[in-house]
Structure formats: structure tokens, C-alpha cells
């Protein structure tokens, strides 16, 4: 099942437009029907029709017409022709619009994922909680269901006279540290990660007690592990049951990821637009649900165990996890640089927060390089995302903020403007640096520590440790190589940017 308002923004990374909605965007679709042009209207009353076979504006308005379908799917761009619109009016439909470039299999493949993926499994409990009261009623425990980081992903009902480590886990969502450590020292991991049979977990220390558990697998990729709190191994019959409820979590697991991705997809296309296309941000913006100003970009990179790639990933899904409004901010992944657009306003603490929580569900070894761009409307955060990206280059553990950080941004533009050749290359600064290389001089630590002081001998003097009248004796020398118009306001300035430049180069 999913909402006719989810489905739009997923959709709207293929092309899809919502031309008309009667009865609103929070109607619930449950399936997916295709129209066949050569048999009679099949649809159900909360189902996505799918509209082929309808080329002219004229069958497409009888088959919204005489459809009980909750949504119809139209191969066509906006605007909704006249007749269509009022074939909708009557029957209730909304419809959308695809573009005629998409092929109905790519749009078939994408809504069946999305709508029939959110569904109840038949019989038994559709989702995971479900699925761990049924794992506790069989087997016989409290039961958790947990992803590959020991992440608590559903827990059963039942959940009395659990240790002290269960209990943890499921107030802070995750297996605690020290047990982690136990469980790894006993092997349970590896075992995991190698075969689908199940293994007895005896108790290892006074908070961790017995337990049963097998890996949730897909394939040969493990996606997690059931975990179900026990007195002793039991009977084979238990250990069947562990593994047919391991089976069964895989498949809502894939399902879950199916619909994740494409939303981390779309999501992913609409952010990258917001860059690109300016002129599209405030309509992009909306669809995100994001206010038209007040909005940072942030950049994001990470590293773990000498991979850039896989950790910087791993941050994009734990940006990304729990689509919807649910999240402060929107991602898209591009390159090994992780973006997100934050709304904050003003407030850089905002957008300091949003990397803290990231740091703080990655893995501890991972290393987070974080850049924060200055605040945007929607027309400027292509220029958010540059400052995000040269904030970024300037990290070296902590976030940097553009707001607080705007003066060094500005000299590492210089720097490498200067290493493009598109700065003078000679001058006063240029003339100093050269004499002081051959000659084992200081002239240019002079003119900057001069500068600095607002022309003051004294105070230059004291920050060079050297007396008042050796540095004045520096300065005459100095005239002696190149030419200082120390009395000019814009060739200080200008003197003061090369030598701040120059430091950043060397």
C-alpha cells in the first residue's frame, strides 16, 4: 500500500506529472492493473490503472470514465486534455501523466515495486513486527529482528523477564557496545556471515543471556539476523522455525529496499536539479517538502578502513533512511561527495547538528569531512553547494562553516586562481619571496608582520622578537630591492592578500 502522494514524488523521477487529483493525494493504492484495449474494465476500487492502449485524448477520457480504479496512469504531457478532465471529475481518478518516452515496462516495474512492495504479506503479518511475534510465538522468546549493524529493526510483543542487554537494545534501538564485543569474541558474527544455520549463543556474561540466532540472508548477501532469547538450544523443531522466519524477513527486507531506493533515487534527482537548475528549484523544492529559503547545503565525505567510496555511501543511506518528512534534510549522492540541502535559516548550529547525527550512526572508525554552505533561497543554492564544496576542501575533522570561515574560503579562491596563472606574478610580494630564497633574508615575514599591524614598528617588532630598529632597518632595505608604496591604503591591501596567498600555495 502506498499514498497517491508518495507514488507522485517517486514517479516524478520518470517523468510523471499529477494532472488532476478529485478526491485528493492522500488516497491509498493497493494494487496495480493493466488495461487491456481488447477486454473489459478490471480495476479495483484502490488500484493503479495503468492506461495502455489509450492513444487519442478520446479513449483515454472513456477509460478514466468508466473506471473504478483510484489512479490512472497516461502516456502524455500537461496540460490534461479538457475531455480527460472531465471524464475524472465524474469517475473520481486521479491522473497522471507520463511522458511518451518512458516505456510502460520501466513504469510498470517502478509502480508495482512501489505499491505492491509496501503490502501485507498474505496470511500472517504483512510487516516486521508482525513477522517477530509470529518468530516469538514458534520458537518460543522475545525475538528481535536486526540489521547487519545490530540495529533493531522490529522486536516482538513480547519482551518480559529479558536481560539487561535486551532490554538496551531495544530503549537505544542498538545491541550495546560491550555486547557487540562479546558476540564478536564468540564468533556469532562470522558465523553469521558465513552460513544460514542457525547458532546457540550460550550466556557470555551476567547481562547477556542464551540466545538463537540466524542470519537473514538474500542470496549471499546478509541483510540482517533474527535474534530470539532463550533458556537452551531446544528441540530441532525450534531451529526449523528460526530459519523459515529468517526466509521470511529476507523477503520484507528486499522489499523495503526496493521501495527505499527508489525514493533515495528520486529524492537524489530532484536535489541535483536544485543545483543545476535554478530556474526549476522553487517547484523541486516543494516536492521535497522544503522551504523556498532559509536553506544550507552541506558537503560530505567519508573514509573507512581505506575506502572512500563504501563509507561515504553508507552516510548517503543513513542520511537518506526513513524517507519522507520525517528527515530535516533531502540528499543526493554525486561523485564520492554526499549533499544535503538543511533547512536552518541563519543558524549554522543547525546544519553542525545534522553532521553530529550522521557521525553518530556511522561506524566509529569512519571519518567524517564535513563543509556548510552560507544560508540560500531557491535561486542560490547552486552558490550554497560551491561554498559547501571549497568549505569541505578546507576540513580536517571538523565541519567548516562558510559564515564563520568566508575569510580563508576566499584566500584558497585566490590560491588557486594564483596556481591557474590568472593572478599577477610579479610585484612587490613576488620580488621579497624571490630575494629572501636567494639570500636567506626574511623581508616578506617583515612587510606581512609590518602590515598586520597597522603599520605600528613597535608591535611588528615585538611579533618578530627583534628590536624596533631592526626591523625599520628591514624596511629600508626592503625599498632597496622592489618598490613599497607603504604609504598607499590599496597597495597595503593588495600587498596583504598576495602574502596570505602566497603562505596558502607554499
Do not use: K
Not at 542470496?219 to 532463550?230: F, P, Q, T
Request: hydrophobic share 45%; proline share 5%; charged share 20%.
Amino acid at each position: 500500500m502506498v499514498a497517491l502522494d508518495r507514488l507522485v514524488d517517486v514517479l516524478g523521477g520518470v517523468g510523471t506529472h499529477l494532472a488532476c487529483a478529485p478526491r485528493g493525494r492522500d488516497v491509498e493504492l493497493r494494487g496495480v492493473t493493466l488495461h487491456d484495449p481488447a477486454a473489459p474494465l478490471a480495476a479495483a476500487p484502490d488500484d493503479l490503472l495503468l492506461g495502455l492502449g489509450t492513444g487519442t485524448p478520446s479513449a483515454a477520457a472513456r477509460l478514466v470514465a468508466g473506471t473504478v480504479a483510484a489512479a490512472v496512469v497516461l502516456h502524455g504531457r500537461p496540460p490534461l486534455d479538457e475531455r480527460v478532465a472531465a471524464a475524472a471529475r465524474r469517475s473520481g481518478a486521479a491522473v497522471l501523466l507520463v511522458d511518451q518516452e518512458v516505456p510502460w515496462s520501466q513504469i510498470a516495474h517502478v509502480a508495482q515495486t512501489l505499491v505492491l512492495g509496501g503490502q501485507r504479506a498474505g496470511g500472517g503479518g504483512g510487516d516486521l513486527f508482525s513477522l517477530a511475534d509470529a518468530i516469538a510465538a514458534v520458537v518460543g522468546g522475545p525475538v528481535t529482528i536486526e540489521d547487519q549493524q545490530s540495529r533493531v529493526l522490529a522486536y516482538s510483543h513480547r519482551q518480559q523477564d529479558v536481560d539487561q542487554v535486551r532490554v538496551e537494545t531495544i530503549l537505544g534501538r542498538r545491541t550495546p557496545e560491550r555486547a557487540r564485543r562479546a558476540l564478536d569474541e564468540h564468533g556469532v558474527f562470522e558465523h553469521l556471515a558465513r552460513t544460514d544455520e542457525p547458532i546457540f549463543v550460550p550466556q557470555l556474561t551476567e547481562q547477556l543471556g542464551p540466545r538463537l540466532v540466524a542470519a537473514v540472508r538474500a542470496g549471499r548477501e546478509l541483510l540482517g539476523s533474527v535474534w530470539v532469547e532463550v533458556d537452551d538450544r531446544g528441540p530441532a523443531v525450534r531451529w526449523a522455525a528460526l530459519v523459515d522466519g529468517a526466509r521470511t524477513a529476507a523477503l520484507h527486507l528486499l522489499r523495503a529496499r526496493a521501495s527505499a531506493d527508489l525514493e533515495r533515487q528520486a529524492e537524489a534527482d530532484l536535489v541535483i536539479g536544485l543545483f543545476d537548475v535554478p530556474a526549476g528549484a522553487p517547484a523541486a523544492l516543494a516536492r521535497l517538502g522544503l522551504p523556498p529559503t532559509g536553506l544550507r547545503v552541506i558537503a560530505v565525505r567519508a573514509h573507512a578502513g581505506g575506502s572512500e567510496h563504501a563509507a561515504t555511501l553508507l552516510a548517503f543511506h543513513r542520511a537518506t533512511a526513513g524517507f519522507g518528512w520525517s528527515r530535516p534534510g533531502r540528499s543526493a549522492l554525486f561523485g564520492n561527495v554526499l549533499y544535503t540541502v538543511v533547512p536552518c535559516g541563519d543558524d549554522g548550529d543547525t546544519a553542525l547538528e545534522w553532521v553530529r547525527s550522521l557521525v553518530r550512526v556511522l561506524p566509529e572508525e569512519a571519518r567524517v569531512l564535513a563543509g556548510i554552505g552560507g544560508t540560500a533561497d531557491a535561486a542560490q543554492l547552486g552558490e550554497s553547494r560551491r561554498e559547501a564544496d571549497e568549505c569541505l576542501a578546507l576540513s580536517t575533522g571538523e565541519p567548516v562553516v562558510y559564515d564563520r570561515s568566508w575569510s580563508t574560503v576566499l584566500l584558497h579562491r585566490l590560491a588557486a586562481a594564483a596556481d591557474g596563472g590568472r593572478l599577477p606574478e610579479r610585484g612587490p610580494v613576488t620580488d621579497l619571496l624571490r630575494h629572501d630564497a636567494e639570500h636567506g633574508t626574511r623581508y616578506a615575514e617583515t612587510l606581512g608582520a609590518w602590515l598586520a599591524a597597522g603599520g605600528d614598528s613597535r608591535e611588528a617588532a615585538r611579533v618578530l622578537s627583534v628590536h624596533p630598529n631592526t626591523l625599520r632597518y628591514r624596511l629600508q632595505r626592503m625599498s632597496a630591492v622592489t618598490a613599497l608604496a607603504l604609504d598607499d591604503a590599496e597597495q597595503r591591501l593588495a600587498m596583504q592578500i598576495a602574502l596570505a596567498v602566497a603562505a596558502r600555495r607554499s
